[in-house]
């Protein structure tokens, strides 16, 4: 097949689904509601929220319908990405015009502002539809929450890229996060109200099932940056787009009663939440103090979702494996939790969140989990899926974003080695240009792994995996990245 013969039939399926995507946006009452509220100037963040969540159901499910009819080679990928770049602009439209009319009512003359197209998410999320190493059925399942969830995170970036626009701009915005009670540790830890440009790094990031609440403010308005709500503050205060205009007094005036809105719940509600939190967590208030892993002898390995327990010898293996990581990496100071999690049959051996700082490995668990993932490892190194066929593969690939993360958080040379490590990738996906698609895939075999290169998180951790493998055996790639990681400041 040639390459214009693949971009045109590539093309058309796009445009088959995008025709099954209008007809089932214009036959959405819902939509049609929202669409009435915002031309008559009555709508709110609440309606954009659900307008965008509505489209984005609609979009994964005319994806998962299509895409295993889709036979051109990158032609999934491609539909794929042109659908949520047509949502990226969709709803950016309607946001600004929403935006545009709330501002009005609240004397607020300040142009709305397109966040970033969030090219690599989608790239990933994309990509990944194109694997063919996993069954139909899982390329499907890919085409479903994933894509729907970059979809509905578009809304959320849009928040976040005004609330910063409007803060330099001179408008007083703070952001809050706060719990609904259920929650772990670590949204424990992060909640509050901070002066926006003082907030945490983290405080917009959330993990599954997360039920917090991140929300910015900005004169008579509180717009929930997740589940969209809108209302009218409690103490209304004027939007002065000139701040220098307000005398000390009423700065300070001011400042009292920002700040008097922190505290909503007595000390005794607090402790009882607190409480909550760390039953929720499976800690007393005495375990707390301990809760990161200070060393291998710490990683306990505690059971979710029913999980069968790990054998004490395998478990054991484990800890010398992490005790060899931070040997060769350093130390993981705020590593939490290995979590073990029952094995669903799709290849997936492990998961990092980094919100909780936590490691959940699936199919560990039993007399037999050891063999269990040592089988599924072996096929995936097979496969050139991952770059070893360890039974520890998943274990040091998650340890290696835990590795990130905490680069990421400490090291003052970590956007210098972020920055080295995408040339190193850039590099090797430039050799890609002229070959067939097979003759790609078999290129990212010999290099790292198909998973590596996913994206740059994933190119990071396949290498750390590898080298923690075996040093010595370990390829070029993967000691190049190592060595760009290891490097120490002068």
């Keep these: 097949m040639s390459e214009a013969e693949r971009a045109a039939r590539s093309d058309a399926a796009y445009k088959d689904m995008r025709k099954q995507l209008d007809d089932a946006l214009k036959n959405d009452s819902r939509l049609a509601k929202i669409a009435e509220k915002i031309r008559a100037g009555s709508a709110d963040f609440r309606d954009t929220a659900e307008y965008s969540e509505i489209v984005a159901g609609h979009l ?5 319908e299509n895409v295993g009819e889709i036979r051109s080679p990158l032609g999934k990928q491609y539909a794929c990405e ?147 709500r809108t209302w009218e503050s409690d103490q209304p205060t004027p939007v002065r787009v000139e701040p220098t205009r307000l005398t000390g007094a009423q700065g300070r005036e001011i400042e009292q009663r920002n700040l008097s809105q922190i505290t909503r719940f007595s000390h005794a509600q607090g402790e009882a939440v607190q409480a909550q939190n760390l039953r929720y967590r499976g800690l007393t208030s005495g375990e707390r103090q301990i809760a990161a892993i200070k060393s291998s002898d710490e990683l306990t390995f505690p059971r979710i979702n029913n999980a069968p327990q790990i054998d004490k010898r395998f478990a054991e293996e484990l800890r010398r494996e992490y005790e060899s990581f931070t040997n060769i990496f350093g130390d993981l100071p705020s590593l939490r939790n290995v979590n073990v999690g029952v094995y669903n049959n799709d290849g997936v051996l492990g998961h990092y969140n980094p919100n909780s700082r936590e490691i959940t490995l699936f199919g560990v668990g039993g007399k037999t989990g050891k063999n269990g993932i040592s089988m599924v490892a072996s096929q995936n190194k097979k496969k050139g899926e991952w770059s070893t066929g360890s039974p520890f593969h998943s274990f040091r690939h998650e340890l290696g974003h835990e590795l990130q993360e905490e680069l990421r958080l400490n090291d003052p040379l970590w956007n210098e080695k972020i920055a080295e490590i995408e040339e190193v990738k850039k590099s090797l996906l430039n050799s890609l240009t002229n070959l067939d698609d097979s003759d790609k895939i078999e290129f990212k075999k010999n290099k790292l792994s198909l998973y590596g290169f996913l994206d740059t998180s994933e190119f990071i951790s396949e290498c750390v995996a590898e080298y923690a493998n075996s040093p010595k055996k370990a390829r070029s790639t993967s000691k190049k990245v190592v060595e760009i990681l290891l490097r120490k400041a002068d």
Excluded at 104 to 124: D, S
Excluded at 180 to 205: F, L, N
């Design 60 to 64: 994964s499910h005319v994806l998962q």
């Design 82 to 228: 042109a659908l949520l770049k047509d949502h990226y602009a969709a709803i950016n439209d309607v946001l600004g015009e929403v935006q545009a009319s709330v501002d009005e009512k609240n004397g607020i003359h300040i142009a709305p502002q397109k966040a970033a197209f969030p090219a690599e998410r989608v790239q990933k999320v994309a990509h990944a539809l194109e694997d063919p190493t996993v069954p139909p059925e899982t390329i499907v399942r890919r085409a479903g929450a994933p894509v729907e969830n970059v979809a509905k995170s578009m809304h959320d970036d849009y928040m976040e890229e005004n609330a910063k626009f409007r803060s330099d701009a001179g408008l007083k915005c703070w952001i809050v996060r706060t719990t609904d009670g259920k929650c772990c540790s670590w949204c424990t830890s992060i909640a509050g109200r901070y002066e926006y440009g003082k907030e945490p790094q983290d405080v917009y990031r959330r993990h599954d099932n997360c039920g917090c609440t991140v929300t910015y403010e900005n004169g008579r308005q509180r717009h929930d940056v997740w589940s969209k």
